[in-house]
């Protein structure tokens, strides 16, 4: 009776993990509908239209989930010449209302490195001065796509032949420009390629200069996860750039209660756990979003010992 009072009380307490990782693998297998596809005798391709736009999908040739994603849609319209106003109007007002929920419950990539983060290891933090520099990196490469892919699709318009000819120059780029940004990419689509090689009659050699560093930078990536949770939401998700650039502004945040949040030196808790390493208690009571870096994972309110995170819409 007490070991079944206790399993309960445990279940109580960890009842948002609980319930995010259900949900996490639930988004996984939707999201990658081949997958069920393939255990059981149903056809659900009627879902494709649906899943493949999804906000945090960054993978033009993820076979298993058939989807670009919101963010490559962008992109790929602006290449094509032609500006994107509903979609990037409709990926605002999903950010507005849903902050990071996508990231933080439904990402399968960001289940991926849950998945490694939860491998029982002593979890590190990096130095705060460094994790602030790092955090620019997926600013970067978004500003570099944009320069490169937008002025193409200025181009179109413009002079044709031009068009084609920088098109060409810049191969595949040009066609799925998210795509190297992409750990789905790597995991699903670059990473089966390299395994299936291995036992062709194919040379590992064969693989260009660039595929060494895909494969060297990702894996590297992939193995960081263990100790540092969401390193690659963190510092290369091309979503998350352009996602934290909005989430500060969403009308649903997490907020402290002022009175029950007794602070970091006698707790602390709440920045400790955080996946994301956000600075939570120095930022004010009203909201906190770590500058839009914030996954909404809710961790922090979980293990919060006082009760003092809460989940408020506001500016509504």
């Excluded at 998210?178 to 064969?206: A, C, H, M, R, Y």
């Excluded at 390493?277 to 009571?285: A, G, K, S, T, V």
Aim: proline share 6%.
């Amino acid at each position: 009776m007490i070991s079944l009072r206790f399993k309960r009380l445990k279940v109580r307490e960890n009842l948002i993990t609980i319930t995010r990782r259900i949900i996490q693998i639930l988004a996984f297998l939707m999201i990658n509908y081949v997958i069920i596809e393939a255990i059981l005798p149903i056809n659900l391709l009627s879902l494709e239209g649906i899943l493949k736009a999804l906000p945090i999908l960054n993978s033009p040739r993820n076979p298993l989930s058939n989807g670009a994603g919101m963010i490559e849609y962008i992109f790929f319209s602006m290449a094509e010449g032609v500006f994107p106003f509903f979609l990037i109007a409709l990926l605002i007002l999903i950010l507005l209302f849903s902050n990071r929920f996508f990231c933080g419950w439904i990402c399968p990539i960001g289940a991926i490195q849950d998945v490694c983060a939860a491998i029982p290891t002593k979890k590190k933090k990096i130095n705060l001065g460094t994790h602030k520099s790092l955090l620019n990196i997926k600013y970067v490469f978004i500003i570099i796509i944009t320069i490169i892919i937008f002025p193409l699709g200025i181009t179109k318009n413009t002079n044709v032949l031009f068009y084609l000819d920088l098109k060409t120059q810049l191969g595949v780029f040009a066609q799925r420009p998210i795509g190297f940004f992409s750990l789905s990419e790597f995991i699903f689509v670059f990473l089966p390629d390299i395994i299936q090689n291995i036992f062709l009659p194919v040379k590992f050699e064969t693989l260009e200069p660039g595929g060494y560093i895909i494969l060297g930078l990702y894996t590297l990536i992939l193995v960081l996860s263990v100790w540092y949770p969401r390193i690659y939401c963190r510092y290369i998700c091309p979503f998350a750039a352009v996602s934290s650039a909005i989430t500060d502004y969403s009308f649903l945040k997490l907020a402290r209660n002022p009175v029950k949040c007794v602070g970091r030196s006698e707790c602390g808790i709440c920045e400790d756990i955080c996946p994301k390493q956000i600075r939570i208690l120095d930022e004010p009571f009203e909201f906190f979003t770590g500058k839009g870096e914030c996954n909404f994972c809710l961790e922090c309110k979980e293990k919060c010992p006082h009760d003092a995170i809460l989940i408020k819409f506001i500016n509504i």
